[in-house]
Structure formats: structure tokens, C-alpha cells
């Protein structure tokens, strides 16, 4: 069973519309989750990084949510935009340099 | 700044065949990493280094090499390419390994053993 589950696996939102993309995870303890954007054939890059003890990270129309008890965050998007289509990872980082899982990421698409 | 560039862009090759992924990054990072990613899985660490002349193991590590003589430079040998490490691979750099640094990837490279 994957440590870190994301669903949907693919999303297609009208452009101007809000999203809720979300991440579910088994592994314990971490030491922060962090949710990326990856656009088609680019490398991720970060949006943001919560701790253990955060419950929500906001980044311009992007906003993180941490539910710990529950072991799920959230990634919610509002006002869509064209560029916002890619894949959205969320990860999980452990203690240590090579402690990191990444969630196999949400596809989503914005449509005019 | 280039941030952390990655070449070639794609390559194909024979099983059995050898070759080199470059990764480099301007910013003065200690930390790098190789990771692959597969079709419906999550990045993969492969390799890691927390400064020149200091490597270690990720998750997949067998079936490549890498090295780190400068900081600015990390290398991924594949000494005897297989079908099953046809992926994206992606190099990544970050400041120091504490979790509150960034990690900054690279654009990848693709790679297709026949």
C-alpha cells in the first residue's frame, strides 16, 4: 500500500473555479509536508510547507491545510487559472536528507 | 543564476549500454539528488550527496553510479542501461538538508532503454 495516496488522480476544472485536491498519507513520524506544482516536462517546484504542528500554509490563491489526526492535508486552489494546469505532488519529509515520499500527484486541467 | 541545469534533454539507449546524466546548479548548494519518476508513482530518490566527496544510497539505487568531486557538479552513471530504468530522472539541489530548505529540481531528463 502507497504511504502517500492523492486523490482525484485527474481533475478538469473551468477556468475561474475552485479546487480541492487531496493527499492522504500512512507514514509516521515527518517532519513537514510540502505540496508542488509540476508543469508538463519541468521539474516540480514548491508551493508550501507545513510542519507537524501547522494546519494551514497559504500561497497567493493557493492555501495547504494539515489535518495530522486524520493524517490528510488538502491543497485548495481559488480562482483557477490556465496556468494552473499540471500535476500537484504532495511530500512527505522525514527527519533525515533521504527520508521523502512523494504521493504519485494530481493531474489538473483548466479549460477556458 | 541557471539554477540547476540537467543534460541531455532525452536520450535513447540499447540495454547493455553505458552513459552519463550531467546535473549541475550555480547556487552554491551542499545538497544533491537523483530522483526518477515513473508513469502513476511518486518521485523516487535514487542518490544523494551532502557536499564534495560525500554520496549515499536512496530508495533505488541499484544500477547507477554517481560521484560528487565539486560542489556544483553530480553526475548519474547508468553502467549498464536496462529497459526497467527507462524514466524521467530529475536532479535536485537545496542548501542544506534540513526539511525547512527547498529543494530545487531540475527540467529532467528522459531516458528510453530499448
Known amino acids: 500500500k502507497n504511504q502517500v495516496e492523492q486523490s482525484p488522480q485527474s481533475l478538469i476544472i473551468l477556468e475561474g473555479k475552485n479546487c480541492t485536491l487531496q493527499c492522504n498519507y500512512t507514514v509516521s513520524p515527518f517532519s513537514n509536508l510540502r505540496w508542488y506544482k509540476q508543469d508538463t516536462g519541468r521539474g516540480p517546484v514548491s508551493l508550501t510547507i507545513?510542519?507537524?504542528?501547522?494546519n494551514t500554509k497559504s500561497n497567493g490563491r493557493y492555501t495547504a491545510t494539515l489535518d495530522a489526526d486524520t493524517k490528510q492535508s488538502s491543497l485548495h486552489i481559488t480562482a483557477s487559472q490556465l496556468s494552473d494546469s499540471a500535476s500537484y505532488i504532495c511530500?512527505?519529509?522525514?527527519?533525515?536528507?533521504?527520508?521523502?515520499?512523494f504521493g504519485p500527484g494530481t493531474s489538473l486541467s483548466v479549460i477556458p | 543564476n541557471a539554477g540547476v541545469t540537467q543534460t541531455p534533454k532525452f536520450q535513447v539507449l540499447k540495454t547493455g549500454q553505458s552513459m552519463t546524466l550531467q546535473c549541475a546548479q550555480d547556487m552554491n548548494h551542499e545538497y544533491m539528488s537523483w530522483y526518477r519518476q515513473d508513469p502513476g508513482m511518486g518521485l523516487r530518490l535514487i542518490h544523494y550527496?551532502?557536499?564534495?566527496?560525500?554520496?549515499d544510497q536512496g530508495e533505488v539505487p541499484n544500477g547507477y553510479n554517481v560521484s560528487r568531486s565539486t560542489t556544483e557538479d553530480f553526475p548519474l552513471r547508468l553502467l549498464s542501461a536496462a529497459p526497467s530504468q527507462t524514466s524521467v530522472y530529475f536532479c535536485?539541489?537545496?542548501?542544506?538538508?534540513?526539511?525547512?530548505?527547498?529543494?530545487?529540481f531540475g527540467p529532467g531528463t528522459r531516458l528510453l532503454v530499448l
Open positions: 507545513m510542519t507537524f504542528s501547522e
Open positions: 550527496s551532502v557536499g564534495a566527496g560525500i554520496t
Open positions: 535536485a539541489s537545496s542548501k542544506r538538508g534540513s526539511w525547512r530548505e527547498t529543494q530545487y
Open positions: 511530500v512527505l519529509h522525514g527527519a533525515s536528507y533521504d527520508k521523502v515520499i
